[in-house]
């Protein structure tokens, strides 16, 4: 019989305490660090994971989580199955990285969000040429690493159905889960070696049945683990869900012969209960949020695990997923005030949590009773504190939205803003235009103490009005300021409004080597200053043309940040909305004419099931309207939105009622202009008209052609000229260039009309 375990964490993050890896690995690239010191840098950062995690009283500990790129990359290549493009590149780790992040010669896999996290995978491509192989040397590897460190290791791999399903099919319409089969044997031959290796537990990830499935693919989930379940063999399998509630891929895998199943009991709700056959597997209750950074309340935890214990056959502890998406400690933190820090659990006071919940379920709650009692402690402070209240701010939108009428038909507001004056066809940016070194030095000396407050707005308004200049000598219509004052487009706003905190070590991956570092909405918000008027009005007075004001929306600044637990998101959302519609009135006071409000993150915080999306869509898009109905019918609002494909929310965008929306629609413009006019969209639109995150220059001529596609689609009253995204990732000299042939090909356009 295969050992219970008690108390554990379903994978760690893995970029650093101090993104020691993340430096590690640009300094391979750049190639001023040699691959051998890259894999010292790993093993030093897996053995003080394992160690630490050991030393805090887990008895089981995942092992394999830890990655130079991406876990679903690192499962590609055990599968071998990294795109054909690579298999040229004979250094493995270079093959490896290649795939991630392409080479001169060859393109990168797609990136794209990991479920509805901010961490983002690389989707692997698999083609009818594709042939699966076998490839377990990073997992034996890290196995081998742990026991040597006596380590209770837990080896995690990705799922075979999940693999399947988040991959991307190329040359072939079949689903991908036709090519389960292929996998299956590889899969079990993996668990034969892991368990020869000495492993008793293996975790297999596969949140994927977590979102909406068909019967047909629940089926082939329970097919997969029937089969993998049978080989003698093996070591026990935990098959690990975490996002959401499994639904009936619950008692599909629950009649499967495999030993574990892990439930996500914060952001899930399956009754285990009604699962009979649970009372014969060992159950991972993750009662302890992976993914924010609130404080569990220990008694309620305790109380959910306690009536889960008459539904499992045995019961471990555990968080609700990886705690990837979690700094890692608040030791690291020394702005936080006591109160705040009390309310708060990072990643290494998340493990304690887990580890005090198991000693309270194996061995009664007396010896951890203090522990209980803190957690008690600081919930009420929480809960009476004065910064999660503001009367006013709560009252103003109560008033508010009893009574916002909101905007004037689009008809009336198009009227009022043509003393606007602009050419059919105006051309703009997105917002952001080249971070030069000159800014990161700025931003840097200031930070260090060695350039005063002064000097430094000094050097943001020469970048201004360089940036200006460059706009009117290409002769674009609606000029930006060029947001070189902003480190990022959350944590700006975040830094100047009341309720959030800015940690200062709080990194977060976001992908590969980048990592963020999210504000934390913890009160309620307030906006106690105009923070992007000074910016906006300096670089208007530069010119005769409009500036467009540039703020980020609602949706944008939560989805970025740890949110309150406290209260529904959308209150969260209005609040700050209230304080973006302040600033839009301010700006319009200031005589800005147009304001951007952005939210490429709207398709992101999108619920990964059907049934939670319209709830979303519709507090989401109320909250975009009540940040942008604040002004007069002739200020004229924009919107940008990137990074997604928009199918799902497209009737949403519709109704965010932008006067403008610009697009990232650089695979197929045509394709969203078609899927707006579809649901009534009659507003302005300015598809990207070239792809910003690749440094080749469009040509006149390719602009001009996808323009007069687009003005089959859309009339040209209605159609805007703008690059698909912000400038602020590419060089100034590429960004000039893409920029003259973009006015070039409007003025052509235009003439022919
Ligand atoms: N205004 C922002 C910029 O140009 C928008 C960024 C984004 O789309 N993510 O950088
Ligand atoms: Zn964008």
């Not at 089981?60 to 590149?89: C, E, K, N, Q």
């Not at 990592?515 to 008027?533: A, E, H, K, Q, S």
């Not at 629609?665 to 507003?683: I, P, Q």
């Not at 040509?699 to 687009?710: N, P, W, Y």
């Amino acid at each position: 019989m295969t050992a219970i375990f008690t108390a554990t964490i379903l994978g760690s993050p893995r970029i650093g305490p101090n993104r020691e890896l993340k430096k590690a690995v640009e300094a391979y690239w750049s190639g001023r660090l040699g691959a051998d010191a890259v894999a010292t840098v790993g093993k030093q950062l897996r053995e003080q994971t394992w160690t630490a995690l050991r030393d805090a009283g887990l008895d089981s500990i995942p092992v394999g989580t830890f990655s130079y790129y991406d876990h679903v990359l690192d499962t590609a290549a055990m599968l071998g199955a990294l795109p054909d493009r690579v298999a040229g590149i004979k250094n493995e780790l270079d093959r490896y990285f290649a795939s991630a992040r392409g080479t001169d010669t060859v393109a990168p896999l797609e990136m794209t969000k990991w479920f509805d996290t901010n961490y983002h995978y690389l989707v692997p491509e698999i083609s009818p040429s594709t042939t699966f192989t076998l490839d377990p040397s990073k997992i034996l590897a890290e196995l081998d690493e742990a026991l040597a460190l006596g380590i209770p290791a837990r080896p995690v791999v990705v799922g075979p159905v999940t693999f399947l399903l988040l991959s991307k099919a190329v040359g072939s319409d079949a689903p991908l889960l036709d090519r389960l089969d292929e996998l299956l044997p590889l899969y079990a031959e993996l668990l034969g070696r892991l368990a020869a290796a000495g492993a008793d537990w293996v975790q297999i990830d596969e949140p994927a049945l977590v979102a909406d499935r068909t019967p047909e693919e629940i089926e082939a989930a329970k097919r997969a683990y029937d089969l993998l379940s049978a080989d003698p063999s093996r070591p026990a399998i935990l098959v690990a869900s975490y996002f959401g509630s499994l639904g009936d891929a619950l008692p599909a895998l629950a009649s499967t012969g495999v030993e574990g199943l892990s439930v996500d009991v914060v952001a899930g709700s399956d009754s285990l209960a009604s699962v009979p056959e649970l009372t014969r597997k060992h159950v991972v209750a993750g009662v302890v949020d992976g993914r924010n950074i609130w404080r569990t309340d220990l008694d309620a935890a305790l109380a959910s695990l306690g009536t889960l214990l008459g539904s499992a056959g045995s019961l471990a502890v555990s968080t609700s997923c990886s705690l990837l998406h979690v700094p890692y400690t608040l030791d690291a933190e020394t702005g936080l005030d006591k109160a705040l820090r009390s309310w708060l659990a990072f990643g290494t006071e998340k493990v304690r949590e887990v580890v005090t919940l198991g000693t309270a379920l194996t061995s009664g709650r007396e010896s951890v009773e203090d522990d209980f009692a803190l957690a008690r402690a600081a919930a009420s402070t929480r809960r009476t504190d004065p910064r999660l209240r503001d009367a006013t701010v709560r009252a103003r939108l109560d008033a508010l939205s009893a009574s916002d009428p909101g905007r004037s038909p689009a008809a009336q507001r198009r009227e009022a803003q043509s003393a606007l004056d602009l050419p059919p066809l105006p051309t703009t940016t997105i917002g952001s235009y080249p971070q030069t070194t000159q800014i990161r030095v700025a931003r840097a000396a200031l930070r260090r103490g060695e350039i005063g407050e002064a000097e430094y707005l000094d050097r943001m308004r020469a970048e201004i009005a360089d940036v200006v200049a460059l706009q009117e000598k290409l002769d674009l219509d609606v000029l930006v300021h060029g947001e070189p004052e902003r480190n990022d487009m959350v944590q700006y706003f975040a830094e100047q409004l009341d309720g959030f905190f800015a940690t200062d070590n709080g990194w977060v991956q976001s992908y590969g080597s980048r990592c963020v570092r999210p504000p934390i909405l913890y009160g309620d918000v307030r906006r106690p200053n105009p923070m992007t008027v000074d910016w906006i009005t300096y670089a208007q007075s530069l010119t005769g043309r409009p500036v467009k004001g540039m703020l980020t929306g609602p949706v944008t600044i939560l989805a970025w940040s740890f949110v309150r637990d406290d209260q529904p998101l959308a209150d969260s959302a209005n609040q700050v909305s209230l304080a973006i519609r302040d600033e839009t009135v301010d700006l319009q006071g200031a005589g800005i004419r147009i304001v951007q409000v952005d939210e490429p993150a709207l398709r992101e915080l999108l619920p990964l099931r059907a049934a939670d999306q319209p709830a979303y869509l519709d507090w989401s898009v109320g909250a975009f309207r009540l940040a942008t109905s604040g002004v007069a019918d002739s200020t004229q609002i924009h919107t940008h939105l990137c990074y997604s494909e928009f199918g799902e929310v497209i009737a949403a965008i519709a109704r965010l009622d932008a006067d403008v929306t610009s697009i990232e629609a650089a695979r197929s413009h045509m394709e969203v202009l078609g899927d707006l006019n579809a649901v009534g969209f009659d507003l302005g639109v300015g598809p990207g008209v070239y792809d910003i995150h690749s440094p080749r220059v469009p040509s006149v001529g390719e602009i001009a052609a996808s323009l007069r596609e687009a003005l089959k689609a859309v009339p040209v009253e209605r159609l805007w000229v703008n690059p698909d995204c912000g400038l602020k990732t590419r060089g100034k000299a590429e960004v000039e260039a893409s920029l003259r042939n973009l006015v070039e090909a409007a003025r052509q356009v235009r003439a022919e009309l």
